[in-house]
């Protein structure tokens, strides 16, 4: 009945089926229609929820698992290897079978461990990725909630993670896990002040919170052109502390391998591990998307001024496209930091911050309201 | 005033060492050019290793089937856990002297820890690094081996 719906839905349309890629409205008010003539309006909300929950998770799954393949292949060919090369074709199903394997494994419960918050912790950062992904707009009309406070939501619910780590190196009772936990919450405190000013930065230029406003705005210019140096720095700063955000990188001492073993999941095993693992790539993900939607433009394709056919050849390109190619670009930046940069001491990491970030965050934001205020932006 | 020149020309210079770091990573990145990966089982048949590898001990011979070996035992008081046991015969030559020659040179595979003390301290540099390296074999008696070839001599000129 459900498959009936969606492809009357589909059928309904009055274009083409592939003029779906360019417009996701239509095709979900459509869905949205069927459903409410067939049922009451309470079933019709909670099937809508279902599938949107089901898509959430294919969608998690698949990219979670796409970017540890894709971040052992950046790393390979940094350095003059090929990476996973033996299962499918050049190893792209390498991560499949590794989560099969997790989830063959034996879940060891650990001795003098707090079980419930030992069991909670995975969850809770499991559930801080999917409230933030329903919040990001993925092309036209490809947006599960679009708040009015957008982007406040996204940062809001996303420093809620540290709560999930915290969790999971306090319940462990080990003291690898414990330091791991309490570096990485010192670095999220930090960083969350810079991520939060850069996107101020950007929320003057647009003069909204609303994440489909900010891309609209967007129209004319990406904001990382339209506010030319103030929304470059906010462009760079927010890279770094989305870096540092997200325990990656040259950032990573909350996982520390040489010192911690593994930080703060040292004791999960089994698919609890693979939980954190996917997390911390999807948190990844996150961090890319919104740089994307908010300096890059979203699913907005490159504009230039009043070239017509250049414009017409861009808008060809599907949104969804451009979106996924803008957050794979800064996703490569970041794996780039990664297997570049040599790993930070906890005081080189928070003099970074408030010596350096901080004060130039402070003064940016100054300079894009007076900017703003002036209307020198394009 | 001057350290506020230092902090910004600090940043400058961080950043542009930052970034020629990762001009070389996003280099390699999109041109790799030599890949060091051997996919090994694959290319078995023209894989080549290095001339410094380790694969075991061997003991090189020439076309007329003679090695350079005198049956010292040196190689065999060098090795740290008893590789290698040198079984020596004596013969009497045509002028009617005595002499020591090489019966069997035993070289136990299993227990060789590759420390390459046997083929540095070689008086005649007898011994060799091969780079065969499959030594996988279903009876460990299999890794006990005579490093001379059956009827092989003593090189002239070699003492």
């Given at each position: 009945m459900l498959l009936n719906t969606i492809s009357n839905a589909l059928s309904t349309l009055?274009?083409?089926?592939?003029k779906v890629f360019y417009d996701f409205s239509s095709l979900t008010r459509g869905i949205d229609e069927g459903l409410r003539s067939s049922m009451s309006e309470f079933w019709a909300v909670t099937v809508e929820m279902l599938i949107i929950g089901v898509v959430f998770l294919l969608f998690y799954a698949v990219i979670g698992l796409f970017l540890v393949i894709a971040e052992r292949k950046v790393c390979a060919f940094i350095q003059n290897r090929l990476g996973?090369?033996?299962?499918?074709p050049f190893g792209l199903f390498q991560t499949v079978a590794d989560l099969v394997k997790l989830l063959f494994k034996e879940l060891i419960p650990i001795k003098n461990a707090d079980s419930f918050l030992f069991n909670l912790a995975p969850y809770i950062v499991i559930i801080v990725n999917f409230m933030v992904l329903a919040a990001?707009?993925?092309?036209?009309?490809?947006?599960?909630i679009d708040f009015n406070i957008g982007i406040f939501y996204v940062i809001a619910v996303s420093s809620m993670s540290v709560i999930g780590v915290l969790l999971a190196g306090w319940s462990s009772n080990s003291k690898y896990s414990l330091i791991g936990a309490m570096r990485s919450g010192a670095q999220i405190v930090s960083y969350e002040l810079s991520i939060g000013l850069a996107i101020i930065t950007v929320v003057i230029l647009a003069g909204s919170m609303q994440l489909s406003e900010i891309v609209e705005a967007q129209?004319?210019?990406w904001f990382i052109f339209k506010g030319h140096v103030p929304a470059f720095i906010a462009f760079v700063i927010y890279v770094i502390s989305g870096t540092a955000e997200t325990n990656r990188?040259?950032?990573d001492m909350a996982e520390a391998e040489s010192e911690l073993?593994?930080?703060?999941?040292?004791e999960y095993s089994g698919i609890k591990f693979a939980f954190f693992y996917l997390a911390e790539y999807i948190n990844m993900f996150i961090v890319a998307a919104v740089a994307s939607t908010l300096?890059?433009?979203?699913w907005m394709p490159f504009h230039v001024g009043n070239w017509e056919s250049f414009n017409r050849i861009m808008d060809f390109i599907p949104p969804f496209f451009w979106f996924f190619g803008k957050t794979f670009f800064v996703i490569y930046l970041i794996m780039l930091f990664k297997w570049t940069f040599p790993r930070l001491r906890i005081d080189q990491l928070l003099t970074l911050e408030w010596k350096y970030l901080l004060p130039i965050n402070l003064v940016n934001v100054l300079v894009m309201a007076f900017l703003v205020l002036m209307g020198w932006h394009f | 005033m001057n350290s506020i020149i230092q902090y910004f020309k600090e940043i400058i210079q961080g950043v542009g060492s930052l970034l020629k770091g990762m001009q070389v990573t996003n280099r390699y990145f999109f041109s790799p050019g030599k890949i060091v990966t051997q996919k090994y089982p694959e290319n078995r048949k023209d894989l080549k290793m290095f001339e410094?590898?380790?694969g075991e001990v061997v003991m090189p011979h020439n076309e007329k089937n003679e090695?350079?070996?005198?049956?010292?035992?040196i190689c065999e008081i060098n090795c740290p856990n008893g590789t290698i046991e040198v079984i020596s015969k004596s013969i009497v030559t045509e002028d009617g002297k005595k002499k020591r020659v090489i019966d069997k040179h035993i070289y136990r595979l299993g227990m060789?820890?590759?420390?390459?003390l046997c083929v540095k301290t070689c008086p005649s540099n007898a011994l060799a690094f091969s780079?065969?390296?499959?030594?996988?074999?279903?009876?460990?008696?299999?890794?006990?081996?005579?490093?001379n070839k059956p009827g092989s001599q003593l090189m002239k000129g070699v003492e």
């Open positions: 009055s274009e083409p089926w592939w996973p090369n033996r299962i499918g990001l707009p993925y092309g036209k009309g490809l947006h599960a129209r004319t210019g990188g040259p950032f073993t593994a930080g703060y999941h040292t300096f890059l433009g979203g | 410094r590898f380790k090695h350079k070996c005198t049956g010292c035992g060789c820890t590759f420390c390459a780079q065969e390296f499959e030594h996988a074999v279903f009876n460990r008696a299999l890794l006990i081996k005579t490093l």
